[in-house]
């Protein structure tokens, strides 16, 4: 009898479960997953999006997936991403911590901070120099250091990407710390390039066992397998040593009356002494020049990719700019407006290669969403590269046609910028927006007015077409190129030249 009883019970706590989570909701569609591994030996180990896009087309714009015992949640379209971040904020505001973030201290700063009340204080930081009001004042900066570039690019047009670098840099140090940066050898750069790779390479989803097994970190470093241990402890010192650096470089510039305006200069000098402890102001304006700057490198590398490869749009965005603008001046933001083509060629280029493809959030409690269950501790994917090639919102999608943008409001919801700097309130979009758009533009369209870029030739004078392929990590990038980047005319080469005495 009670071997009946027993298994009777076991039924009853069965149906009892099947119950309680179909009254909660059923699980979201999804690829079969293995026993153990779940969907583990079905993701490659680059380029994740495109196959999390592949499997949206068969499982639905929300779907899931497991990895190991850790359930992922998939948002596959932009109005996925809307009902579900925007609608739901407070609940889905959470980025997930991977272990190997913590392991590293990359959760010190506004990007991945868990802390709500540090969370606060690092975006209020943010809102004293990034609001568009407060941009203002950097105008002239901004300008300064767009002009470097087409200086350097008139120099030593082979070294483009190390400008675009020095230009990002030189203008996130100036905001968060009042750092003039004069050369490529300024050594807070070079620091913030090292920390920028490791963040990209530590944030890389499905990148670290440890993230999936974090159990794993309590092992000796000595034992096989354990080499994450070592680089955690690296990553770790250097971006604490960066940001030490940085924020004791501008009290010390404080204290011989040399300290130029920035965010820590704001909240050391204009805030209420102890209202921020040092720490949240360190790591925070280390963050505005580590966290956004290679976004933006990101894209003004993929710019000058799409102009070696689609000539025709090059003169089409250079024959608006001499006609608008002429040749006394160069455009600034304040011509956007006047020059559509060109704002609508930065948006096509955003779309098709946004610089970050994926990003992740954490479901803070149970919720059930269309009549389908989200476990508390849910991850989030939230796939950029895949929203940005939809096919009913962008006809022939892997194409680059600027024109689709003509005539459209940056208002639509199917824009890049509304996209691709993400989703939710004001706990999860990115509050460098206006700063990257205004960088963007501003350089696309002085670079437009004064150069011919073009494929390199080889020994035959056959163009050498580079390729459309781009790098593996939280930040992606253009593959390495070479390619020409010449004055369009006498006029442009003197225009330059005269930015020498002027820089």
């Known amino acids: 009898m009670a071997p009946v009883l027993a298994s009777l019970a076991v039924v009853l706590l069965v149906f009892l479960a099947l119950r309680l989570r179909r009254e909660k909701g059923t699980p979201f569609p999804g690829p079969p997953p293995a026993p153990v591994l779940g969907n583990l030996l079905q993701l490659p180990t680059t380029k994740v999006w495109e196959r999390l896009n592949e499997w949206g087309l068969t499982y639905g714009p929300i779907y899931q997936i497991h990895l190991f015992s850790t359930p992922l949640l998939v948002l596959n379209t932009a109005e996925a991403a809307r009902e579900v971040l925007d609608a739901k904020s407070v609940l889905y505001s959470n980025r997930p911590l991977p272990k190997i973030i913590e392991m590293t201290g990359f959760d010190k700063g506004v990007v991945l901070e868990h802390d709500p009340l540090r969370l606060r204080q690092a975006r209020k930081l943010l809102h004293l120099v990034l609001q568009p009001r407060q941009l203002s004042y950097y105008r002239a900066v901004l300008e300064h250091h767009v002009n470097v570039l087409l200086h350097n690019c008139l120099h030593e047009p082979d070294g483009f990407v190390e400008h675009i670098r020095h230009l990002t840099a030189g203008i996130a140090m100036e905001i968060s710390h009042g750092h003039r940066v004069t050369s490529r050898d300024d050594p807070f750069v070079k620091k913030a390039n090292v920390f920028a790779d490791n963040f990209a390479e530590a944030s890389l989803p499905n990148n ?203 208002s639509d919801p199917t824009h890049p910028f509304n996209v691709a700097f993400g989703f939710g ?79």
């Open 208 to 410: 670290h066992i440890v993230d999936w097994l974090p159990f794993l970190a309590n092992f000796p470093g000595w034992l096989p397998g354990m080499g994450f241990k070592e680089k955690a402890r690296r990553y770790r010192e250097q971006y604490w040593s960066l940001a030490e650096e940085g924020h004791q470089m501008v009290k010390d510039d404080i204290a011989k009356g040399l300290a130029r305006p920035s965010l820590t200069y704001k909240a050391l000098v204009e805030g209420k002494p102890g209202e921020v402890p040092d720490d949240v102001i360190a790591f925070t304006a280390t963050q505005v020049y580590t966290g956004g700057a290679d976004t933006t490198v990101s894209t003004l590398s993929s710019f000058i990719l799409f102009m070696v490869k689609h000539p025709e749009v090059q003169r089409k965005a250079q024959e608006e700019v001499d006609r608008v603008i002429g040749s006394d001046r160069l455009s600034s933001f304040a011509d956007r407006e006047s020059l559509p083509y060109v704002d609508a060629l930065t948006a096509e280029v955003l779309r098709l290669r946004p610089p970050v493809s994926v990003v992740t959030r954490e479901a803070g409690q149970d919720d059930t969403h269309n009549g389908y269950l989200v476990e508390k501790g849910t991850i989030i994917l939230v796939n950029f590269w895949g929203m940005l090639r939809a096919e009913e919102h962008y006809p022939d999608p892997h194409s680059f046609k600027p024109e689709r943008w003509l005539g459209k409001d940056h």
């Open 425 to 503: 309130r004001r706990h999860v979009s990115c509050p460098g927006q206006h700063l990257a758009e205004e960088l963007v533009f501003t350089t696309v369209a002085r670079i437009l007015a004064l150069f011919d870029i073009a494929p390199i030739k080889d020994e035959h004078g056959v163009s050498v077409i580079p390729s459309d392929d781009s790098t593996n990590g939280g930040i992606t990038f253009p593959v390495p190129f070479r390619c020409s980047i010449q004055p369009r005319s006498a006029r442009a080469r003197d225009v330059l030249e005269g930015l020498e005495h002027e820089l």
